[in-house]
């Protein structure tokens, strides 16, 4: 059986799988893909959040934390969401690791799918450098995490 190249964010794809329903429709994403196996995944929906949703933001962020048990996930009604978005990323992993995928390409600032920035904490729009829970779990894990707006130029496609 053939391996799937990539993994990538359900709603890049045009899933309606955000918080607030809607997607995050990326069209350099999906030409890239339309040429390449891949799977798509929520793993805010895989770890059992509804859609919709509250947003929800990692809290208590230090420097280099970046162990998804060390961190909490917190909805903006201040339910403690943590062990859900853990679930959704070990269910990711598995995923990736079933179907011999090394590389993902993951939505930017998303508590889950974010590798470069996030949301600082306090729901207050600011976004400060760190990883989401799906995407640290992966990079833990030696998989290649991308993003929307890296994703070219680091597999070389410009
Ligand atoms: S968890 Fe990831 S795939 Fe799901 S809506 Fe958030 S950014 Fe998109």
């Known amino acids: 059986m053939k391996n799937k190249k990539y993994i990538v964010s359900a709603c890049l794809i045009g899933k309606n799988c955000r918080y607030d329903g809607d997607n995050m429709l990326n069209k350099r994403v999906v030409d890239l893909l339309d040429k390449q196996d891949y799977i798509s995944v929520c793993p805010e929906e895989l770890g059992g959040l509804k859609i919709p949703r509250p947003p929800a933001e990692i809290v208590s962020i230090k420097p ?31 995923m990736l690791r079933s179907n011999g ?58």
């Open 64 to 94: 280099g934390e970046n162990i998804p048990s060390e961190r909490r996930v917190l909805d903006r009604d201040k339910k403690d969401v943590t062990c859900l978005f853990n679930e959704g990323a070990k269910k990711t992993l598995e």
């Open 101 to 158: 995928i090394k590389t993902a390409i993951l939505k930017d600032k998303s508590p889950s799918c974010g590798s470069r920035f996030i949301y600082s904490g306090d729901f207050s729009g600011n976004l400060v450098e760190g990883t989401g829970i799906t995407a640290a779990l992966l990079q833990e894990n030696g998989i290649t995490v991308l993003d929307e707006n890296n994703f070219e130029e680091k597999l070389e496609l410009k």
